[in-house]
């Protein structure tokens, strides 16, 4: 038998079409056979394009540096990560004793105080910290949302004149005033008293605002270039108390009673009802002594609050960046906290962390398809869920597959979880921590609360590291972007920063 002329191609041509191939492809061609695993590893080229699949990263196409070079950045920012062995450096302080509203995203730390916003670059190794907005508004918010690759801040306010309503005014994050892009200055929802929840999520040329008072909710979307509202949404059946945006199509909302346990409604822009309805843990019936207690309904667990962390979007690459962090790459982390108030006071708290990823199939179901979907054939494949029982304020605690917890104890110390589990071992990086893998399932089993034991089975790397003895016993929340670890200290006068920084 003749050898086949695909033998005889010159290293360049395969190289040429591995460059056209996915990544992921690419990478298991280097175990077909000696010639493609030597090609691969002779060309810098397809080596960076594999080692930025494995880290969830894309490149930003603005760069002229070789390709040997982007790899070697590439394995620094996975060893900084991997060790959490960062600079401390200076951040400029803040001028609030008080703290409204604050966010950080895509570099930038924004504070709110009544009509007062401030606004820091946060320092990385090659650029010091710098205030980049100190302005008194003409409004007075109640929060806000950014995307600063846009130059994009939108203030909530509730307004009583002419009417009462919530109302959404777009403005430039540079000049505070009315962002050129945006065909109408200001996005508005009649609502005769303010609501218990109000929450606000952008992304893209979308803006969502969830607001909610017991026992009903309403959920509205515009595209806050053209003014158009996208989704204007009511619900009177149950009460959902947070959302996120899926991608720029569909979005999921969470309820903490919906069919008896709770659940993650999805939807699309396009759909007037969800398109699937993703079932919590059964929980277990109570039982009743008399009439009398099932009447009062006091008997038994119930989930009295859901919550939803989502890493934030941004609309394009932040300048100066060779890669960044995938779109598509983002954990979503839920908080749940169920309660027993007889006969005997109980409450457990978990928290449910679940891929992007592996809710987006759920929006591109036919019609016919099943819409409620039992938590057995969802969640434990699906999640990882964890009893974590300290309650904590914060937000901005993930980004891309990264989700940052502190932990409480004698030594104080901050617990990374990556969910990028599929990224295989990094020759170029050792970590100084014991880097942990979490492949086998993860059970929980409290008869009283759930009819059945709760495995779930997402893995994920995890690792910890002891803070500064200083920061054991002070009020400090912590924060992720993409290359640092934010910590906002509530001290006796006033709040302050500090960055961790490759």
């Known amino acids: 038998?003749?050898?086949?002329?695909?033998?005889?191609?010159?290293?360049?041509?395969?190289?040429?079409?591995?460059?056209?191939?996915?990544?992921?492809?690419?990478?298991?061609?280097?175990?077909?056979?000696?010639?493609?695993?030597?090609?691969?590893?002779?060309?810098?080229?397809?080596?960076?394009?594999?080692?930025?699949?494995?880290?969830?990263?894309?490149?930003?196409?603005?760069?002229?540096?070789?390709?040997?070079?982007?790899?070697?950045?590439?394995?620094?920012?996975?060893?900084?990560?991997?060790?959490?062995?960062?600079?401390?450096?200076?951040?400029?302080?803040t001028p609030f004793n008080e703290l409204q509203a604050y966010d950080l995203l895509g570099d930038l730390f924004v504070m709110l105080q009544d009509r007062d916003i401030f606004a820091i670059r946060l320092p990385s190794k090659t650029n010091p910290s710098r205030q980049v907005l100190s302005s008194q508004l003409d409004i007075s918010a109640l929060k806000f949302v950014l995307d600063p690759t846009q130059d994009v801040i939108i203030f909530l306010v509730w307004e009583i004149t002419p009417e009462r309503q919530y109302t959404l005014h777009v403005r430039s994050l540079t000049s505070t005033q009315r962002h050129p892009d945006a065909h109408t200055p200001t996005l508005s929802v009649p609502c005769e008293i303010p609501r218990r929840t109000t929450l606000l999520q952008i992304n893209g040329d979308q803006v969502g605002f969830l607001h909610n008072n017991t026992p009903t909710g309403e959920l509205h979307i515009w595209n806050w270039k053209t003014g158009e509202r996208l989704v204007d949404k009511s619900f009177s059946d149950d009460l959902p108390m947070d959302f996120t945006f899926l991608d720029s199509e569909s979005f999921a909302v969470v309820?903490?009673?919906?069919?008896?346990?709770?659940?993650?409604?999805?939807?699309?822009?396009?759909?007037?009802?969800?398109?699937?309805?993703?079932?919590?843990?059964?929980?277990?019936?109570?039982?009743?002594?008399?009439?009398?207690?099932?009447?009062?309904?006091?008997?038994?667990?119930?989930?009295?609050?859901?919550?939803?962390?989502?890493?934030?979007?941004?609309?394009?690459?932040?300048?100066?960046?060779?890669?960044?962090?995938?779109?598509?790459?983002?954990v979503h982390t839920l908080t749940l906290y169920y309660v027993q108030r007889m006969p005997t006071p109980l409450a457990h708290r978990f928290l449910m962390f679940v891929l992007n990823d592996a809710l987006i199939p759920f929006t591109k179901r036919s019609s016919e398809s099943k819409l409620v979907i039992p938590w057995e054939e969802w969640g434990p494949q699906n999640t990882r869920i964890i009893e974590y029982p300290k309650h904590f304020e914060g937000h901005n605690y993930s980004y891309g597959s990264r989700v940052l917890l502190p932990t409480y104890g004698w030594v104080r110390k901050l617990e990374l979880f990556d969910f990028n589990y599929h990224r295989p071992p990094d020759p170029e990086s050792e970590s100084n921590l014991i880097i942990r893998r979490h492949s086998q399932p993860t059970t929980i089993s409290i008869p009283q609360l759930f009819e059945r034991d709760v495995v779930t089975a997402l893995p994920y790397f995890s690792w910890t590291k002891p803070l500064p003895r200083d920061l054991w016993d002070r009020d400090v929340s912590f924060m992720i972007d993409e290359d640092r670890v934010v910590g906002v200290l509530n001290g006796d006068t006033g709040y302050s920063l500090f960055t961790f920084a490759m």
């Open 255 to 330: 309820f903490p009673v919906g069919q008896g346990c709770g659940c993650i409604k999805i939807f699309t822009l396009t759909s007037p009802t969800s398109v699937a309805i993703l079932l919590f843990p059964q929980i277990t019936e109570p039982i009743y002594d008399s009439p009398l207690q099932r009447f009062q309904g006091e008997q038994g667990f119930r989930l009295l609050h859901v919550s939803l962390e989502t890493p934030g979007f941004l609309g394009n690459h932040l300048p100066n960046r060779i890669f960044t962090t995938a779109r598509n790459l983002r």
């Open 1 to 93: 038998m003749s050898p086949s002329p695909l033998g005889r191609l010159p290293d360049k041509t395969w190289e040429s079409i591995f460059r056209e191939l996915p990544a992921h492809d690419v990478h298991n061609l280097q175990f077909v056979c000696r010639t493609f695993h030597d090609i691969i590893k002779n060309s810098q080229e397809l080596k960076y394009l594999i080692a930025l699949s494995c880290e969830g990263m894309v490149d930003t196409n603005i760069s002229d540096l070789p390709f040997s070079d982007r790899l070697d950045r590439l394995h620094e920012r996975r060893a900084a990560w991997d060790n959490l062995n960062w600079k401390l450096l200076p951040t400029d302080p």
